[in-house]
């Protein structure tokens, strides 16, 4: 009989995805529930209003991306502006400072629930609404705050979720006071939405009730989102990019997402620089790859205006020669990962950036604030057409070997996605590192830090001054790094899942035995 593998955010989500394994899903299924609990359950880290990635590989088939991400709004509006008048700038002092937009005007369209509707049509072994069970019991019961969900509430339960009443109220006591890790959250309005949404499909919030009352709550408040984005939003189903490592191959998302493209730069860049462990030569070479790789990143994949396909292509293809010079010269995510015996790979990720702190009234529904990124579009939205997608980090990624294993991996964490992805990859795969050690194994990722360039790095690498970067030394393992959850099913060892300790994360398995 099947038995399913699930490794995601909290426990709470995990065990979510092993009752709809014990139901008769297999890991689509699985990491559909587990990821919709993630979205439900962990405020301010994630929210059910998000968009994402899936990367779904069925056995004896192609592997198949599900692009369900945020698109710009404003159909319908008569020569909108460059982004809502609703939108408030915030300084969030979490993960060093950063600047967010957020409020009605931060919203974009959100695709996470229609992707994950194709996802179970296409490839469930379960109906929609035994899928969606898990978490309409967890809302409707409460669940506790989960200390990541805690950790990032201290630094913005008053200026993100402070200034909507219905959010104020469910992120603080009746003494005003913040909740902590173990608190119990309750959200019961969010229930019924979501038993409504297990009765009539993802089509209730693009086409039905649900989705005229965000529209006209978003627009009250000054935002850019119509019925008309709600009612034309639709999944693209894409060709992922597929990489070659060791006797792996490894399929990841395409544009006009850029983390995939640099995943697959970096996985094809280190894999071409054979090695047998991370002495400090190949903590050089990690570093010169992670800079050229996101440095071209930045120049070439973010801009607004760049032709994202085309710019990954050229990506790839300096990678694919290994010529770094070229490359050089050019809070808020959840992910899922599962996998099951019958070989089927399933990886999951979904963010809805800081959060908009915009509940919308009666649904107990939280949205986004893709729109506040700012970051991810320094540019801002002048050139950006309703109804395109927005850039995104993430990277969903589903692997199989030779032999017929499969692997599901993923992470939130921004920028840091990618580093995260490709270093527990090289060290699984190959170096030869148990998943739990591949896991847990320190990691750097060079960034732009007090205006210099530096290589952040978690204690046990031996980093040093590379070209004109500078170690910055964190004093031990931390979030900053990624939250990597990865799950495998190997032929003749069975069944494997590892959380990453960064984070507190949960794995579960499910299925008849």
Not at 216 to 230: H, K, N, P
Not at 292 to 318: G, I, K, M, Q, Y
Not at 384 to 412: C, K, W
Request: aromatic share 6%; hydrophobic share 40%; charged share 20%.
């Amino acid at each position: 009989m099947r038995r399913v593998s699930i490794a995601s955010s909290s426990q709470l989500a995990a065990d979510a995805g092993a009752i709809v394994a014990d139901a008769g899903g297999n890991a689509v299924d699985a990491g559909v529930a587990a990821a919709l609990v993630s979205m439900c359950t962990e405020p301010g880290i994630i929210a059910p209003g998000s968009g994402g990635f899936l990367t779904i590989w069925e056995p004896d088939a192609e592997p198949i991306v599900i692009d369900c991400y945020a698109e710009m709004p404003g159909r319908g509006i008569e020569a909108p502006p460059t982004e809502g008048t609703g939108g408030m700038r915030i300084w969030l002092e979490y993960g060093g400072g950063v600047e967010t937009v957020v409020g009605p005007g931060s919203v974009a369209t959100p695709g996470a629930l229609a992707g994950f509707g194709v996802a179970i049509d296409r490839f469930g072994n379960l109906p929609w609404s035994e899928v969606l069970t898990p978490t309409i019991d967890a809302v409707d019961r409460g669940f506790p705050m989960s200390p990541a969900a805690a950790q990032y509430l201290a630094y913005s339960h008053e200026n993100i979720f402070g200034w909507d009443p219905e959010s104020y109220a469910v992120v603080h006591d009746e003494h005003g006071q913040r909740k902590h890790a173990g608190d119990v959250v309750r959200l019961p309005k969010l229930a019924n939405t979501f038993r409504a949404l297990a009765a009539e499909g993802p089509d209730l919030l693009y086409r039905g009730e649900l989705g005229k009352l965000m529209a006209e709550a978003v627009q009250a408040g000054g935002g850019l989102l119509t019925r008309e984005d709600l009612e034309a939003y639709e999944p693209i189903v894409r060709t992922p990019i597929l990489v070659d490592v060791d006797e792996w191959q490894v399929a990841v998302n395409p544009p006009p997402a850029v983390g995939g493209a640099c995943l697959a730069a970096m996985l094809i860049l280190l894999d071409d620089h054979p090695f047998g462990t991370w002495t400090a030569r190949e903590v050089d070479h990690l570093a010169r790859v992670q800079r050229a790789v996101l440095r071209f990143r930045n120049r070439r994949l973010d801009p607004a205006t760049s032709d994202r396909a085309e710019e990954a292509v050229r990506l790839l293809e300096h990678a694919k020669v290994g010529d770094l010079g070229a490359l050089m010269s050019s809070p808020s995510t959840v992910h899922t990962s599962a996998v099951d015996t019958d070989g089927r790979g399933c990886s999951i990720t979904v963010s809805a950036g800081y959060g908009s702190g915009m509940m919308v009234p009666g649904t107990g529904m939280w949205l986004n604030n893709s729109l506040g990124e700012l970051e991810l579009h320094p540019e801002g939205f002048q050139h950006a057409e309703p109804g395109s997608r927005l850039v995104s980090n993430m990277a969903p990624t589903v692997a199989r070997s030779d032999e017929g294993s499969v692997f599901s991996i993923g992470s939130p964490g921004a920028d840091r996605i990618t580093t995260a992805i490709s270093t527990v990859l090289l060290n699984y795969i190959h170096l030869g590192m148990s998943l739990r050690d591949a896991v847990a194994h320190p990691r750097l990722h060079t960034e732009m830090f007090d205006g210099a360039p530096r290589i952040a790095h978690e204690p046990g690498l031996p980093v040093r001054p590379v070209d004109d970067m500078t170690p910055r030394r964190f004093p031990d393992i931390s979030m900053y790094f990624g939250g990597v959850q990865a799950t495998l099913w190997d032929p003749l060892a069975g069944l494997f899942e590892v959380a990453d300790p960064r984070r507190t994360g949960g794995t579960a398995r499910g299925g008849a035995a």
